[in-house]
């Protein structure tokens, strides 16, 4: 009994740690414009057939998660049609950035893009 309550003492421990460590970590929120300066290369989002067939256009928002190496980590869409928000994620996550620095140090960011699709 006192075997197991020790691992779940030490798991409990190992997991408030983590936690801790992560909640101080530096998430630089970074503008649109700021963020495209930082762009080293973008694949443009495939237009899905189905959207050209109907016509479909629209804008689709998203948050792009780059970690401190600038490689894109996760894609979240904010606002968009679901027919084109696939296709800006997919593309999206091939992006590479110039590291965001921080306090002289490269800095995980999220940063907002807005894509546009016109047939």
Known sequence: MKASKT???????????TSALCADEVVRRIP??????????KVTPDYPVMAR??????RVQVD??????GKVEKVQII???????SAVV??????????????????RAIAVFSLLFVP
Do not use: C, H, R
């Open 7 to 17: 691992k779940v003492a030490g798991l409990l421990f190992s997991i408030l740690t």
């Open 32 to 41: 649109e414009d700021e963020a495209k300066k930082a762009v080293v290369t």
């Open 53 to 58: 067939q109907m016509k479909l256009a629209g």
């Open 64 to 69: 792009a998660y780059v970690d401190v190496e």
């Open 79 to 85: 606002s968009g049609n679901p027919l084109l928000s």
């Open 90 to 107: 997919t593309a999206m996550k091939q992006w590479k950035f110039s590291p965001f620095i921080t306090d002289g140090k490269p800095t």
